[in-house]
């Protein structure tokens, strides 16, 4: 069964960094796009950034700040965050789409709970 588990989010302070980490269990990650994308109350759910293959895509709103990496072996992506913004707060979620999949969220197949991130003094 394949499943997508995040963690390492939390309340930082603006300016402060965070590391998000997504467990794949079920199925191999080399195989899949893997998405992560934010919902702030209100708003709709945006694509943060993503990786496919060798192809990685940012949001504007993050280029520069964000980084995301995968480790196969680990079945593991990761997404460090820094010089984070209040604007920045949401419930980040990581997903898995086909290969190849572009950073929208419809066409993202699996999707984990979510993990709470916070920036504010």
């Known amino acids: 069964q394949l499943q997508l588990v995040e963690s390492g989010g939390g309340l930082v302070q603006p300016g402060g960094s965070l590391r998000l980490s997504c467990a794949a269990s079920?199925?191999?990650?080399?195989?899949?796009?893997i998405g992560w994308f934010r919902q702030a109350p209100g708003k709709e759910r945006e694509g943060v950034s993503c990786?496919?293959?060798?192809?990685?895509n940012y949001a504007d709103s993050v280029k520069g700040r964000f980084t995301i990496s995968r480790d196969n072996a680990k079945k593991t992506v990761y997404l460090q965050m820094n010089s984070l913004k209040p604007e920045d707060t949401a419930v980040y979620y990581c997903?898995?789409?086909?290969?190849?999949?572009?950073?929208?969220?419809?066409?993202?197949?699996?999707w984990g709970q979510g993990t709470q991130v916070t920036v504010s003094s």
């Open positions: 079920g199925f191999t990650l080399d195989y899949y796009a």
């Open positions: 997903a898995a789409g086909p290969y190849g999949s572009r950073c929208y969220h419809d066409q993202y197949d699996f």
């Open positions: 990786i496919s293959s060798g192809d990685i």
